[in-house]
């Protein structure tokens, strides 16, 4: 292996390893336990080797989000395509959106409600976020109609997102999360 290369998979390594200290420490304490300082220490850099790969603690949760993406879009592939048929489809794929965002706030909050420097509905979308939007897509293409397919999938992604976030902050019952849920499903797989 050339040097060039070693370095490489190195830096690559050590950028791993600050993404990966950040969404742990997140998901066990929070963002607001994420500093840089803090995960210098976790990964045993110092601070300016941090910096040498990331602008800030933003630029690190965007770093998060990504990946949290391409996990989501995975799960939602997963669940589409175990799915008996399209209207099945639907309720499994709202259940692992539902389920991924349950089983981890924090990435959920780099990805969809803390302020995080990634771009949406542009054509510089990263390519998971892109896949994830595309699965929910084709989730929703059966069904769809004649509406315009990328305005029912927003509008689909809006009301699991609304859901979620709904609930998770207390504004909405929790008793009545599946009632919602399965209306919301009833109402995209007609």
């Known amino acids: 292996m050339s040097t060039q290369a070693r370095r490489q998979r190195e830096r690559a390594e050590r950028e791993q390893a600050i993404i990966s200290a950040a969404r742990d420490l997140a998901l066990a304490e929070g963002w607001d336990a994420v500093t840089t300082r803090r995960?210098?220490?976790?990964?045993?850099?110092?601070?300016?080797?941090?910096?040498?790969?990331?602008?800030?603690?933003d630029a690190i949760m965007a770093a998060v989000a990504v990946e949290g993406f391409a996990e989501l879009a995975n799960a939602v592939a997963t669940a589409r395509a175990s799915a008996a048929s399209p209207r099945q489809a639907v309720a499994d794929v709202a259940a692992a959106y539902v389920a991924f965002a349950q089983q981890r706030p924090a990435i959920y909050d780099a990805m969809f409600t803390l302020a995080v420097d990634l771009p949406f509905a542009t054509q510089d979308v990263p390519t998971d976020l892109a896949r994830g939007f595309a699965e929910l897509s084709e989730t929703v293409r059966p069904v769809a109609g004649d509406d315009d397919l990328e305005t029912v999938t927003e509008t689909f992604w809006?009301?699991?997102?609304?859901?979620?976030?709904?609930?998770?902050s207390g504004r909405l019952r929790r008793a009545g999360h599946d009632h919602r849920l399965a209306v919301l499903v009833a109402r995209f797989s007609r």
């Open 39 to 57: 995960l210098a220490a976790e990964i045993e850099y110092s601070q300016p080797v941090l910096y040498s790969h990331f602008k800030g603690k």
């Open 158 to 168: 809006a009301g699991l997102h609304g859901l979620v976030t709904l609930m998770r």
